[in-house]
């Protein structure tokens, strides 16, 4: 009996390894949407625009655009979206500079003029990357740095901010969970086998830094109860802001003064609008 109860195990023990190990790929490669290249000549960006090349610590060479504001009181490390890349955001990156803030923002790996191709594990690398740059390059310690993640970037906003006190974080039209979102999305089938992707729901309830939500009531991609969700699981200070109408691509640029507004009112509670020695 054991000799035929043995094969067996053994059959179920690599059928649900394999699983695994299809639903790590599957999520990898349905969950990311980069667009390589850029759509700005780097050599010719304007003087309050720099560009960087930073290596990750699994060697991945990765694009960032730094904009420093020699008035800055804070440092923002925006995290952008899922669709297209980094240059595409670099209009909201300098808005959140005119804020007294210096902006990194960084192309996740595969994405823009990243090498490298994009993986959930790989964007927490590339997160801790864009710090080391901040810390080693700038001399900019997270104490002085705002996180803010956009919809996919909350996932590498929140696991970074598991590291380190920040002085506060931002998600705009974050996700709950990749689960939620697979159901969401209809695909609530493949939940058994995708493992526990994007978990921003056990790790948000693990911090103590500030926390700003903003998140409109008419997203339709990521439904406004997945911030609610956030919020509720929250531990630390947080402040939820929802703008009516608002959908999911449209929630910066069509409500700039409401956004921008929060964000400032943010800056404002974390850090205060003193004279602080602005960082170099």
């Known amino acids: 009996m054991r000799a035929r109860v043995l094969p067996v195990i053994l059959i179920v023990i690599a059928t649900l390894l394999l699983l695994s190990i299809c639903g790590e790929s599957l999520v990898n ?5 980069p667009l390589p290249g850029s759509r700005l000549d780097i050599t010719a960006l304007p003087d309050s625009i720099e560009h960087y090349y930073l290596e990750s610590s699994d060697g991945v060479k990765l694009s960032a655009f730094y904009i420093p504001n020699p008035d800055a009181n804070k440092t923002v490390m925006y995290f952008h979206g899922n669709a297209g890349n980094a240059s595409q955001r670099l209009p909201i990156a300098t808005a959140l500079a005119k804020l007294r803030s210096n902006v990194l923002l960084v192309e996740y790996r595969g994405y823009g003029l990243s090498e490298g191709k994009p993986s959930e594990a790989g964007i927490y690398i590339d997160a801790r990357a864009a710090l080391a740059f901040l810390v080693k390059q700038r001399g ?19 696991d970074l901010a ?4 920040f002085a506060g974080l931002i998600l705009v039209t974050p996700l709950s969970s990749g689960k939620d979102v697979a159901k969401n999305s209809g695909m609530g089938y493949l939940i058994p086998f995708i493992g526990d992707p994007f978990n921003n729901k056990d790790k948000i309830a693990e911090l103590t830094i500030p926390i700003l939500i903003i998140h409109g009531d008419s997203d339709e991609v990521l439904p406004l109860e997945m911030s609610l969700t956030l919020e509720k699981l929250a531990q630390s200070p947080t402040k939820m802001v929802i703008i009516p109408s608002a959908g999911h691509n449209n929630i910066v640029n069509d409500y700039e003064e409401i956004f921008y507004g929060h964000v400032k009112s943010f800056y404002d509670d974390v850090l205060g609008n003193s004279s602080e020695t602005p960082e170099k």
């Open 140 to 158: 900019i310690t997270p104490d002085n740095i705002i996180l803010l993640g956009r919809s996919l970037g909350s996932a590498p906003a929140i």
């Open 162 to 165: 598991l590291d380190h006190d």
């Open 29 to 33: 490669n349905s969950a990311f949407y």
